[in-house]
């Protein structure tokens, strides 16, 4: 025996030996051959990530001092050991990290030899566009883009990339029509441009030269026209889905005849397959090795279905994974799979028609997935009595949304209870069940549980005593949207391996502080989420720092009193924190906040607190959402706010500031969503600014009820929603007249300013206006004829103001106007019919 293993030990070393790249910056060959990186990539890299914005610290050993100078021993970075060179960058993000700010690949041409770009899962992003010098990196063999804000076209220069193998630039915010030349991708075996929902056009033919390609993925796009019979001649194709929210038409299918490699194929939204006997036949007969088959949203009915198993064919055995939601099926077609689909492991029937009438059904002796939620299942009979058994080997079952009421569990006896039952996942959401006895049917059900989805349901009264006891393995519990009371379980708090714990939107009441005790006892805490708004929880907020590992902490719309504790500090993993509409009250200081570096949401709106924060103090995180409405923040401008540079909503309403507005703030604007500042003393003038707005501008800017004045510049026609009532402003034309106005504004509220003169006659640029208040102005003259060209005008208020003449004749053009106030000007004369 030892001498085989050292057989096996030294075969290793002769393969580490050979072996030219080195993983993670580690040669693997003696360190006197070892070669560092070149400088000139190490500035580049360098370059590179002055520009990003790197809050997690994914960046950390890319440092420029003695001890971190060879940058192949970089977080991300793989070298060529024998010269060098910089081969792969893997700067891929997930859900608890990810780089944002500008990713900027143009700075890394210098990288030639880079064969591996991940840059995936990051953002949001400044200066989104995939630059055209993409096109240069010609080592280039690996590239994804995806799941990040990159925005624009598709450059075309991809198709320089003649070594190119594997491009991935799925669910990001690109537009425009696929560039024919990725055609040119000679080497390319795998490429996902899906769930890109403003690409556009046809297919481009081309596509059909990619003779290498195994993986193609272009479902979830606005593609249009007839599908390429060129797409059939992709002899190693194993992968392919295509459709979606698209209006691609399949009108030849014997392109698919073609492509008998495929092991997966996903149409989508596809009409075709419905109106044509044969598509389904063919897919049988011409693809026999298929592992997976997704067939969503394609009007299929059971003879559909039934052309597909014909008694015991090939795809019986073949298929795995089996996907035909949102069609026109019946419990017939449930049936016909439980008797032809023997090695079916994963099964997905939500949004069709079946009704399960009976307790007893057939076996699926393989089956590990069932998803049967969105259909109507039953709403009187005991279903799932003890006999439900579709399968021994079931670890997740769905069955949310299927109208199922109490009468539908009954709890089953001890000698009816499989032992061996192994349903690890189940949702029961969006049901009518009311009564608590479904739990004691869970527990009776299955002890394995590690997810229990009951939200949105009627159920009342308190949370059984024994959950935290017979579910001792849940990792995920979901129960808001329900009506349950009571004092939240303690025993809750004893189940260490939960991650997840949603209970909000109930009538749960008393205090949180045994269920706190009760989880600080965990050595090892995993809490990651937890969710208890809107409820009616009362008491102060107890010492948190049990939950060190806490990303979610969401216990708004309560009735908490007293302080928010110093220890909210020791949550270092926090990226989430709400307690607004709560009775807190006391000073928030640099010591709640200093430690929680991962902070992106904050919001204490609607408590009793003061913000008091030193002037140089700058915030150890990047919020992208903040809510401080009636907090009060000081007299003077918050400073702080300057390098929070990521911010998409800010709401400082009502928060006692009296004070100019600094310049520096405006320029933010081109970055937010959403703005509140009303209710406070702010004063001075706004910058008439050039901006390029990230999309196509922010939704919403309140700032009523201030003292700011002065001309009203063009860039805030960029908002949606602009609200500028009772305040000082005294001129509209630039706002809109300027050379910069923009068209999306549906809202504008200007009432209760000084506006004077005549109105200006350029309403055409808002045609999308739904709501215009003028009153309690100075405006005076005719009211101008372009007012006609707001056709979706529905409320229109111009009272108050020295208006004369007769309303314009171009007003019946504004036929869904439902509110017209014109009153208290010198008006004569009827209104336009």
Same mark, same amino acid.
């Given at each position: 025996?030892?001498?085989?293993?050292?057989?096996?030990?030294?075969?290793?070393?002769?393969?580490?030996?050979?072996?030219?790249?080195?993983?993670?910056?580690?040669?693997?060959?003696?360190?006197?051959?070892?070669?560092?990186?070149?400088?000139?990539?190490?500035?580049?890299?360098?370059?590179?990530?002055?520009?990003?914005?790197?809050?997690?610290?994914?960046?950390?050993?890319?440092?420029?001092?003695?001890?971190?100078?060879?940058?192949?021993?970089?977080?991300?970075?793989?070298?060529?050991?024998?010269?060098?060179?910089?081969?792969?960058?893997?700067?891929?993000?997930?859900?608890?990290?990810?780089?944002?700010?500008?990713?900027?690949?143009?700075?890394?041409?210098?990288?030639?030899?880079?064969?591996? &770009?991940?840059?995936?899962?990051?953002?949001?992003?400044?200066?989104?566009?995939?630059?055209?010098?993409?096109?240069?990196?010609?080592?280039?063999?690996?590239?994804?883009?995806?799941?990040?804000?990159?925005?624009?076209?598709?450059?075309?220069?991809?198709?320089?990339?003649?070594? /190119?193998?594997?491009?991935?630039?799925?669910?990001?915010?690109?537009?425009?029509?696929?560039?024919?030349?990725?055609?040119?991708?000679?080497?390319?075996?795998?490429?996902?441009?899906?769930?890109?929902?403003?690409?556009?056009?046809?297919?481009?033919?081309?596509?059909?030269?990619?003779?290498?390609?195994?993986?193609?993925?272009?479902?979830?796009?606005?593609?249009?026209?007839?599908?390429?019979?060129?797409?059939?001649?992709?002899?190693?194709?194993?992968?392919?889905?295509?459709?979606?929210?698209?209006?691609?038409?399949?009108?030849?299918?014997?392109?698919?005849?073609?492509?008998?490699?495929?092991?997966?194929?996903?149409?989508?939204?596809?009409?075709?397959?419905?109106?044509?006997?044969?598509? /389904?036949?063919?897919?049988?007969?011409?693809?026999?090795?298929?592992?997976?088959?997704?067939?969503?949203?394609?009007?299929?009915?059971?003879?559909?279905?039934?052309?597909?198993?014909?008694?015991?064919?090939?795809?019986?055995?073949?298929?795995?994974?089996?996907?035909?939601?949102?069609?026109?099926?019946?419990?017939?077609?449930?049936?016909?799979?439980?008797?032809?689909?023997?090695?079916?492991?994963?099964?997905?029937?939500?949004?069709?028609?079946?009704?399960?009438?009976?307790?007893?059904?057939?076996?699926?002796?393989?089956?590990?997935?069932?998803?049967?939620?969105?259909?109507?299942?039953?709403?009187?009979?005991?279903?799932?009595?003890?006999?439900?058994?579709?399968?021994?080997?079931?670890?997740?079952?769905?069955?949310?949304?299927?109208?199922?009421?109490?009468?539908?569990?009954?709890?089953?006896?001890?000698?009816?209870?499989?032992?061996?039952?192994?349903?690890?996942?189940?949702?029961?959401?969006?049901?009518?069940?009311?009564?608590?006895?479904?739990?004691?049917?869970?527990?009776?059900?299955?002890?394995?549980?590690?997810?229990?989805? &009951?939200?949105?349901?009627?159920?009342?009264?308190?949370?059984?005593?024994?959950?935290?006891?017979?579910?001792?393995?849940?990792?995920?519990?979901?129960?808001?949207?329900?009506?349950?009371?009571?004092?939240?379980?303690?025993?809750?708090?004893?189940?260490?391996?939960?991650?997840?714990?949603?209970?909000?939107?109930?009538?749960?009441?008393?205090?949180?502080?045994?269920?706190?005790?009760?989880?600080?006892?965990?050595?090892?805490?995993?809490?990651?989420?937890?969710?208890?708004?809107?409820?009616?929880?009362?008491?102060?907020?107890?010492?948190?720092?049990?939950?060190?590992?806490?990303?979610?902490?969401?216990?708004?719309?309560?009735?908490?009193?007293?302080?928010?504790?110093?220890?909210?500090?020791?949550?270092?993993?926090?990226? =989430?924190?709400? /307690?607004?509409?709560?009775?807190?009250?006391?000073?928030?200081?640099?010591?709640?906040?200093?430690?929680?570096?991962?902070?992106?949401?904050?919001?204490?709106?609607?408590?009793?607190?003061?913000?008091?924060?030193?002037?140089?103090?700058?915030?150890?995180?990047?919020?992208?959402?903040?809510?401080?409405?009636?907090?009060?923040?000081?007299?003077?401008?918050?400073?702080?706010?300057?390098?929070?540079?990521?911010?998409?909503? &800010?709401?400082?309403?009502?928060?006692?500031?009296?004070?100019?507005?600094?310049?520096?703030?405006?320029?933010?604007?081109?970055?937010?969503?959403?703005?509140?500042?009303?209710?406070?003393?702010?004063?001075?003038?706004?910058?008439?600014?050039?901006?390029?707005?990230?999309?196509?501008?922010?939704?919403?800017?309140?700032?009523?009820?201030?003292?700011?004045?002065?001309?009203?510049?063009?860039?805030?026609?960029?908002?949606?929603?602009?609200?500028? =009532?009772?305040?000082?402003?005294?001129? /509209?034309?630039?706002?809109?007249?300027?050379?910069?106005?923009?068209?999306?504004?549906?809202?504008?509220?200007?009432?209760?300013?000084?506006?004077?003169?005549?109105?200006?006659?350029?309403?055409?640029?808002?045609?999308?206006?739904?709501?215009?208040?003028?009153?309690?102005?100075?405006?005076?003259?005719?009211?101008?004829?372009?007012?006609?060209?707001?056709?979706?005008?529905?409320?229109?208020?111009?009272?108050?103001?020295?208006?004369?003449?007769?309303?314009?004749?171009?007003?019946?053009?504004?036929?869904?106007?439902?509110?017209?106030?014109?009153?208290?000007?010198?008006?004569?004369?009827?209104?336009?019919?």
């Amino acid at each position: 025996m030892g001498s085989y293993f050292l057989k096996i030990l030294l075969s290793v070393f002769v393969c580490l030996a050979h072996t030219n790249i080195s993983i993670l910056g580690f040669n693997s060959s003696s360190q006197s051959s070892y070669v560092k990186c070149r400088e000139r990539e190490r500035q580049t890299l360098l370059n590179f990530k002055q520009s990003v914005r790197d809050y997690y610290g994914i960046l950390s050993t890319w440092r420029d001092d003695e001890n971190y100078r060879d940058c192949c021993r970089w977080e991300g970075i793989e070298c060529n050991n024998e010269n060098g060179h910089v081969e792969m960058l893997d700067l891929r993000g997930s859900e608890s990290h990810s780089l944002s700010g500008l990713i900027n690949i143009t700075a890394l041409v210098d990288l030639q030899k880079l064969k591996h &770009l991940d840059l995936s899962s990051n953002g949001p992003l400044t200066g989104r566009q995939i630059p055209a010098s993409i096109g240069s990196f010609q080592s280039l063999r690996y590239l994804n883009l995806s799941q990040s804000s990159f925005s624009g076209t598709i450059p075309y220069e991809l198709g320089n990339l003649s070594n /190119l193998e594997y491009l991935d630039l799925k669910e990001t915010d690109l537009d425009g029509e696929v560039p024919s030349q990725l055609g040119k991708l000679s080497s390319l075996q795998y490429l996902d441009l899906s769930d890109n929902y403003d690409i556009y056009g046809e297919v481009p033919s081309q596509l059909g030269s990619l003779s290498h390609l195994r993986h193609l993925d272009l479902s979830g796009n606005s593609l249009s026209g007839t599908l390429p019979f060129q797409v059939g001649n992709l002899p190693l194709l194993h992968s392919l889905r295509l459709g979606g929210h698209s209006g691609l038409k399949l009108k030849d299918r014997h392109w698919l005849s073609s492509l008998s490699s495929l092991t997966t194929l996903g149409l989508y939204s596809f009409s075709d397959l419905s109106f044509s006997p044969y598509w /389904l036949p063919m897919i049988r007969e011409h693809i026999p090795n298929l592992r997976e088959l997704s067939l969503v949203g394609c009007g299929l009915s059971d003879d559909h279905i039934s052309s597909l198993f014909p008694s015991h064919s090939n795809i019986s055995f073949s298929l795995s994974i089996l996907v035909l939601s949102d069609n026109m099926l019946t419990s017939s077609t449930f049936q016909l799979l439980s008797n032809y689909s023997p090695n079916l492991q994963e099964l997905y029937l939500s949004s069709n028609n079946i009704v399960l009438s009976s307790p007893h059904y057939p076996n699926f002796p393989s089956l590990v997935i069932l998803d049967l939620s969105n259909n109507n299942l039953n709403l009187t009979s005991s279903i799932f009595q003890g006999n439900f058994n579709f399968s021994t080997k079931l670890q997740n079952l769905f069955l949310g949304n299927c109208n199922l009421t109490d009468r539908s569990f009954l709890v089953p006896t001890l000698s009816n209870k499989d032992s061996s039952f192994s349903i690890v996942t189940l949702d029961l959401s969006y049901n009518l069940l009311k009564s608590s006895v479904v739990f004691h049917w869970v527990f009776n059900f299955t002890t394995n549980l590690q997810s229990l989805c &009951l939200d949105n349901n009627l159920i009342e009264g308190p949370i059984p005593d024994v959950t935290g006891k017979v579910m001792n393995s849940l990792v995920i519990l979901k129960l808001s949207e329900n009506k349950l009371q009571g004092d939240i379980s303690s025993s809750i708090g004893s189940i260490c391996t939960l991650k997840e714990l949603f209970l909000s939107h109930n009538n749960l009441s008393g205090e949180i502080s045994s269920f706190i005790q009760n989880y600080s006892s965990c050595n090892n805490p995993v809490l990651e989420r937890l969710v208890l708004s809107n409820n009616v929880i009362i008491g102060k907020l107890p010492n948190l720092s049990a939950f060190s590992s806490l990303r979610y902490l969401d216990l708004s719309n309560n009735q908490l009193t007293g302080e928010i504790p110093e220890s909210i500090g020791f949550l270092y993993q926090l990226q =989430s924190l709400h /307690l607004e509409e709560n009775y807190l009250k006391g000073e928030i200081n640099e010591l709640h906040l200093t430690n929680l570096s991962q902070l992106i949401e904050l919001d204490l709106s609607d408590n009793s607190l003061s913000l008091t924060f030193g002037t140089s103090w700058i915030p150890p995180f990047q919020l992208y959402n903040l809510g401080l409405a009636s907090c009060k923040l000081g007299h003077r401008f918050p400073s702080w706010l300057q390098d929070q540079i990521q911010l998409s909503f &800010l709401d400082i309403s009502n928060a006692g500031i009296n004070d100019f507005v600094p310049h520096w703030f405006w320029n933010k604007l081109q970055y937010i969503q959403e703005a509140n500042m009303s209710y406070n003393s702010l004063k001075g003038t706004i910058p008439n600014l050039t901006m390029k707005f990230v999309d196509d501008g922010p939704d919403t800017i309140i700032l009523n009820s201030n003292k700011l004045e002065g001309v009203i510049p063009a860039f805030l026609s960029h908002a949606g929603n602009l609200d500028l =009532s009772i305040n000082k402003f005294s001129d /509209l034309n630039t706002l809109l007249c300027g050379n910069t106005v923009a068209k999306n504004m549906i809202l504008l509220d200007l009432s209760n300013n000084q506006i004077a003169g005549q109105m200006p006659d350029c309403w055409e640029h808002l045609s999308l206006l739904e709501f215009l208040d003028l009153r309690n102005n100075k405006l005076s003259g005719k009211i101008s004829q372009s007012m006609g060209s707001l056709v979706n005008l529905e409320a229109l208020v111009l009272r108050n103001n020295n208006f004369i003449g007769e309303l314009p004749l171009t007003l019946k053009n504004c036929s869904s106007l439902a509110i017209l106030d014109v009153s208290i000007n010198m008006l004569s004369g009827e209104v336009p019919s």
